[in-house]
Nanobody, 122 residues
């Protein structure tokens, strides 16, 4: 069993930055990790994923060049650095993990966190 706890969300002005953290408890060795988001009235969507080794990353086109995903396995934590934030980035951000990177990228995680709210004002 894996538990995920997100933190770092908040209210920021457009153009600002936030860093989200997701602390994992339980066995995550060999698991890919990722970030997803869901805006009101919309489906949950893929944002970024990172392989268990940290070598492979993938980003949604809408965040490419602005967001960076990274992981610190010593701390069992994955991060999402978000720069140049836009009002359309407003959503609840979720962390998830799965033992297959490309399945995770398809929003089919094995374990999910509870989410953290990110609000970007214009």
């Amino acid at each position: 069993q894996v538990q995920l706890l997100e933190s770092g969300g908040g209210l920021v002005q457009a153009g600002g930055s936030l860093r989200l953290s997701c602390a994992a408890s339980g066995r995550t060795f060999g698991y890919a990790m990722g970030w997803f988001r869901q805006a009101p009235g919309k489906e949950r969507e893929f944002v970024a994923v990172i392989s268990w080794s940290g070598v492979t990353t993938s980003y949604a086109d809408s965040v490419k060049g602005r967001f960076t995903i990274s992981r610190d396995d010593a701390k069992n934590t994955v991060y999402l650095q978000m720069n140049s934030l836009k009002p359309e980035d407003t959503a609840v951000y979720y962390c998830a993990t799965a033992n297959d990177l490309w399945r995770l990228r398809s929003v089919r995680g094995d374990y999910w966190g509870q989410g953290t709210q990110v609000t970007v004002s214009s």
